[in-house]
């Protein structure tokens, strides 16, 4: 549904409020959070001023309540529903867990306590200020323009802004940086004399609970403040960098600090001057001490020059190699952000080793929302299963602590894919992508296909069209198998990237393999893959702590889905699956384009249940993934046809 103001209500549109609009509704409690969470209910109840009566349900604020800053208790008896929390957020995360309640909210049930698993839910949004010579507006955005930024500064009207804070708030999201980890030039100065822009921002953001970060450069003492060096050792370096914090604190009291990209894709960072990431993160990390600040350091540090005749170097060893030494050595206040792959959001990676190996380190996990490698918001594939499966992978076997477990103490960041298109997110079904990753933050072990089930019943409001469950069914065909279906049709296997260079959409079989990223398949007559073993290859597998070091060593151990990442095999060797690796890719690359046609289908069915402009949109971007879908098939296919010189078993026609 789409808004009198053009704003699309994603997954709070009237409908989902209208459980709790029509009941008589008592607040008890003061605060700015709690004048919010009045305002959502008076718009609910459509303005029409309080109803009169007992109340059917109770807000309510209690000190003593044992919810920890944002959970809340959620007690359903007698008629009456009541929701008490220690602090404001609790009480208005509440509020948001009884519209996705619906009807069930008011119903009797045992009393239930919701806290978030994890403190920080990050958004990351790489959204440049000014318009980027390459990578335009927002880099990695497909979704228009920023949110935050235009014409070089703050956006004067910010209804959109605070939107979009209601929507974040509403799948428990509770921070958001604001600008591009890359910094470009004079845009370093949004830390210092342009620091009102950022407050203006946080003033709308900060009205539901959601804390606003900055991307700064390493290099803003010399770029910004006319030091000579950056050295994080410098005492002129530190005094500078306590100031920008004072200043950044003076204007925004609720800040919640920096993130930064050091020494990485041409960032600078302290290696210019003999310095460890330890001293580059804790200085900056003590100029936030003081104000209770966070800086989180990208641990997304590699060699993209590198020589691509050098088969040693690998880079899916950098981010371990240079960190996993450092554990121990970074301030309380400093969490080193890693993603959650060791190489760059593909759509299928072993989880990074990196966060499995820091005890005494916060880490922050980070995801990609937006859909760099996967299908760039014009196909539609959703990640919340993948990123399930990262937050359930247990770095040190069956009884160690799950991803989500150790995130605990960093969070759970993502790349946002939302942009000032009117449906946020540019394909309106990559919603969910938002959604999902918001809820999984508060809850890692949440199951995705219930997600998917809330999300879907928030957002199309099934129960308000004339055929319930053939939309109910629909969406879920479309979206529940789409992130499988968008691996069969392009990279095999986890060997990754085969994307066209640069802008990173639709294949580029050969696209990056004699080039300096490091991002390599290795193909030739024989075989493809990567050999990552310990024994003959890299030595990446050897990162990982048992039992994961020992199953990622030989191809026989390893699982199907990843053999090519770690391993260089011939093409006829025989999967777990029963197939060789070479009908595999033929096999899986006929069968991605099936299911897209099928899905294309399933979409079609539901234009009567869908509103008209969404339904078209999604169409429309259907045949552009049907398209692109078909020329991946027909490029991997053709391009491991000629390599191997092994025909299809199926006799399928590849060109
Ligand atoms: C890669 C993107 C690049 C980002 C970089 C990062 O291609 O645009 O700057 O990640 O995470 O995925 O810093």
């Given amino acids: 549904m789409t808004g009198p103001s053009g704003i699309d209500h994603a997954w709070l549109p009237d409908a989902a409020l209208r459980g709790i609009g029509s009941r008589r509704v008592t607040i008890e409690g003061d605060g700015p959070l709690v004048d919010t969470l009045r305002a959502e209910v008076a718009y609910a109840q459509g303005n029409a001023g309080a109803l009169q009566g007992d109340a059917d349900i109770v807000f309510r604020l209690d000190g003593d309540a044992d919810t920890g800053p944002e959970g809340f208790t959620l007690t359903r008896s007698g008629g009456r529903t009541t929701v008490t929390a220690a602090a404001p957020a609790g009480l208005l995360y509440g509020f948001f867990h009884v519209v996705r309640l619906g009807a069930a909210a008011f119903t009797d049930a045992p009393e239930q306590t919701h806290r978030p698993a994890l403190s920080r839910r990050m958004l990351n949004h ?10 335009g507006q927002v880099e990695r955005g497909y979704a228009g323009g920023s949110l935050f930024w235009e014409d070089g500064r703050a956006r004067g009207d910010r209804d959109r802004v605070r939107a979009y804070a209601r929507l974040l ?28 822009e950022v407050a203006a921002i946080a003033g709308e953001l900060g009205e539901y609970g959601l804390r606003t970060f900055l991307s ?62 330890a001293d580059g993160a804790n200085v900056i990390a003590d100029a936030l001490a003081p104000h209770g600040g966070t800086v989180h350091w990208r641990a997304f540090v590699y060699n993209h020059v590198q020589d691509w005749r050098d088969r040693t170097t690998d880079r899916a060893r950098a981010a371990y190699d240079h960190f996993a030494a450092l554990d121990g050595q970074f301030k309380d206040n400093a969490v080193l952000q890693v993603k959650h792959g060791p190489m760059d959001f593909q759509v299928r990676e072993p989880v990074s080793p990196v966060i499995g190996a820091l005890s005494r380190t916060r880490v922050a996990v980070e995801l990609q929302a937006t859909q760099e490698y996967t299908g760039q918001q014009r196909h539609v594939c959703a990640l919340a299963p993948m990123w399930s499966g990262v937050l359930g992978f247990r770095p040190e076997g069956e009884d160690g602590a799950t991803v989500g477990q ?30 999902a990753y918001g809820r999984l933050a508060w809850q890692p072990d949440a199951d995705p296909q219930q ?14 069209t004339a055929d319930p469950e053939r939309l109910r069914s629909g969406l879920r065909a479309v979206l529940r198998g789409s992130w499988e279906t968008y691996e069969k049709y392009t990279a095999p296997l986890g060997v990754g990237f085969m994307v066209q260079p640069g ?15 490091g991002t390599y398949h290795f193909a030739d007559r024989d075989g493809i893959g990567v050999d990552r073993s310990r024994a003959t290859g890299t030595g990446y597998a050897a990162q990982y702590a048992k039992p994961w070091s020992q199953t990622y060593e030989t191809p026989e151990s390893c699982p199907d889905e990843l053999l090519l990442f770690f391993h260089h095999v011939p093409y006829g060797h025989v999967l777990h699956s029963g197939k060789t690796v070479i009908q595999h890719i033929y096999d899986t690359h006929f069968e991605g384009v099936e299911e897209a046609e099928a899905a294309q289908g399933v979409w079609a069915t539901l234009a009567d249940l869908v509103a008209p402009a969404r339904h078209a949109r999604v169409a429309e971007l259907y045949e552009e ?31």
């Fill in 216 to 277: 700064v450069s390493f290099a803003a003492p010399v770029v910004l403040g006319g030091l000579d060096t950056a050295d994080p050792l410098d005492d002129r370096v530190r005094d500078w960098w306590r100031t920008a914090a004072d200043h950044a604190y003076a204007h925004i009291p609720d800040f919640g600090g920096f993130v930064v990209k050091a020494d990485s894709e041409g960032q600078p960072g302290p290696f210019a001057y003999g310095r460890s990431h």
């Fill in 503 to 517: 802008h990173h959409y639709g294949p580029g079989v050969d696209g990056y393999e004699y080039s300096p990223w």
């Fill in 406 to 435: 150790l995130a605990d103490g960093g969070g759970l960041v993502a790349v946002s894919n939302a942009g000032a298109d009117p449906y946020w997110t540019g394909h309106p079904l990559a919603q969910f992508n938002l959604y």
């Fill in 451 to 464: 997600l998917l089930h809330e999300w879907t019943e928030l957002t199309f409001s099934p129960e308000e």
């Fill in 126 to 135: 790489w959204d440049n200020i000014d318009v980027h010579p390459v990578m």
């Fill in 169 to 196: 708030a509403a799948c428990g999201i509770n921070a958001v940086c604001v600008n591009n980890v890359n910094v470009h030039g004079t845009e370093a100065r949004l830390l210092t004399d342009r620091i009102s």
């Fill in 625 to 655: 993934q049907l398209r692109s879908a078909r020329e991946w098939r027909d490029q991997v296919n053709s391009y491991f046809l000629r390599k191997s010189g092994i025909p299809d078993a199926g006799g399928r026609r590849i060109y």
